[in-house]
């Protein structure tokens, strides 16, 4: 089967790192991004880790669970990146309705071996 | 405003190739990807031009017409890369009521100046 073999285990362990980084402790995350890293969040561009966190901390609600569903990757052009590409539904509050978001990363390896967020794009999709 | 300038023209005029070119003859789609390039279509993996061609070809409709309605864009950490972040809505053969689609390119850069499709990934948003 050429099915879930591109770099899926990779993108699995940092989409789990991510959201549950997302959903404790939003402040946090900048561990996962660099210098050079982008945001765009609902057309809102970012640019670094500090303003990264700075914009993801400062959205409106108090609590968040993102409920992934589906994660796709693929080895990018960039050697040893990994474009990572996610559906699922949100949760925010109180809110028992689900919001439905898409988000696409691009993971580049760190000199120790290790990976970080070079692109962050969001979008909730509505409908 | 940091709204809407990374490399946003040249992802609209990608984007308004590629589904041109999808809706009006698949076939043609080769020329925008190389023999590395990458296709995860609903978790279907298929490398290089010739074999993305022959899964779109083998769609299971007749007509299709594509209304992206988010074009969003950053640059990769590939050297004059771009991530493409595309969400719409699409028809198929004589349905009015549309299914939402997410899709992401990398288009990177060639020889001759222009760019190809190096990372492609399309999932339909089913509720």
Request: with cysteine; net charge negative.
């Amino acid at each position: 089967s050429t099915q879930s073999t591109w770099d899926d285990q990779i993108a699995q362990q940092f989409v789990q790192a991510y959201y549950g980084m997302f959903d404790t402790n939003r402040s946090t995350l900048g561990s996962l991004y660099s210098d050079q890293s982008l945001l765009t969040f609902e057309g809102s561009q970012h640019v670094g880790a500090a303003a990264i966190v700075a914009k993801l901390t400062s959205l409106g609600f108090t609590t968040v669970r993102h409920e992934y569903q589906i994660v796709d990757a693929q080895p990018s052009a960039f050697p040893n990146g990994i474009i990572v590409f996610v559906t699922g539904n949100l949760f925010v509050d109180n809110e028992t309705n689900p919001l439905k978001f898409a988000q696409v990363f691009q993971l580049c390896p760190t000199p120790q071996g290790s990976y970080y967020c070079h692109n962050d794009l969001f979008r909730l999709n509505v409908g």
